[in-house]
């Protein structure tokens, strides 16, 4: 069997008789080191016993990193809003404070949204009509959520309210009188 026999740190420490696993009784904090030293590194010394009585010590030094706990920040908080011309599919490039990879999330016209999960672009995958709103309200207040994820799973959603507007889509009229028809003779 295996033991938790000594070390500055062994109260810290659990160890699986039967096959060794050696735990944390509680999930070290980087910013609180709990560990004799307060220095992040942790020392506990183990012991193995065979079936005949004979035991084997040794020292373990386990050294705790600190992790990513912060989300990314995405550049316009935790709303934005902003406006295209209908007929067009780009809507914006989505920045944040560091490398992230981007996603739709949710929102009510999320379906209607497609977003490059490396650069940010967000567009519509068909570009709306004024005239016929596709959005849940049918009012050309279009709602998405994106997401950004960095490497350590930290992520943050920002709520996007796209306005579309009308294009003035009517050829101009002619101020004039007509041409007259060319003459024969």
């Given at each position: 069997?295996?033991?938790?026999?000594?070390?500055?740190?062994?109260?810290?420490?659990?160890?699986?008789?039967?096959?060794?696993?050696?735990?944390?009784?509680?999930?070290?904090?980087?910013?609180?080191?709990?560990?004799?030293?307060?220095?992040n590194?942790?020392v506990?010394?183990?012991?193995?016993?065979?079936?005949?009585?004979?035991?084997?010590?040794?020292?373990?030094?386990?050294?705790?990193?600190?992790?990513?706990?912060?989300?990314?920040?995405?550049?316009?908080?935790?709303?934005?809003?902003?406006?295209?011309?209908?007929?067009?599919?780009?809507?914006?490039?989505?920045?944040?404070?560091?490398a992230?990879?981007?996603?739709?999330?949710?929102?009510?016209?999320?379906?209607?949204?497609?977003?490059?999960?490396?650069?940010?672009?967000?567009?519509?995958?068909?570009?709306?009509?004024?005239?016929?709103?596709?959005?849940?309200?049918?009012n050309?207040?279009?709602?998405?959520?994106?997401?950004?994820?960095?490497?350590?799973?930290?992520?943050?959603?920002?709520?996007?309210?796209?306005?579309?507007?009308?294009?003035?889509?009517?050829?101009?009229?002619?101020?004039?009188?007509?041409?007259?028809?060319?003459?024969?003779?």
């Amino acid at each position: 069997p295996w033991a938790v026999k000594g070390g500055a740190d062994s109260a810290l420490f659990a160890i699986d008789p039967a096959t060794g696993a050696l735990r944390f009784v509680s999930t070290p904090n980087f910013e609180a080191p709990a560990d004799n030293g307060a220095n992040n590194t942790y020392v506990v010394e183990i012991q193995a016993l065979d079936a005949n009585g004979n035991a084997s010590v040794q020292t373990i030094t386990v050294t705790v990193t600190d992790a990513d706990e912060v989300a990314p920040a995405i550049t316009g908080g935790a709303t934005a809003a902003t406006s295209i011309v209908e007929n067009t599919t780009a809507v914006a490039n989505l920045t944040a404070n560091e490398a992230v990879t981007w996603s739709v999330k949710g929102g009510a016209d999320s379906a209607l949204f497609a977003i490059d999960p490396a650069t940010g672009a967000l567009r519509f995958v068909s570009a709306p009509n004024f005239e016929a709103p596709g959005d849940n309200g049918a009012n050309n207040s279009y709602v998405v959520e994106v997401q950004a994820l960095d490497a350590s799973g930290n992520a943050t959603v920002q709520t996007i309210t796209v306005t579309v507007t009308d294009a003035d889509e009517v050829a101009p009229a002619n101020p004039g009188r007509a041409p007259a028809a060319p003459s024969l003779l």
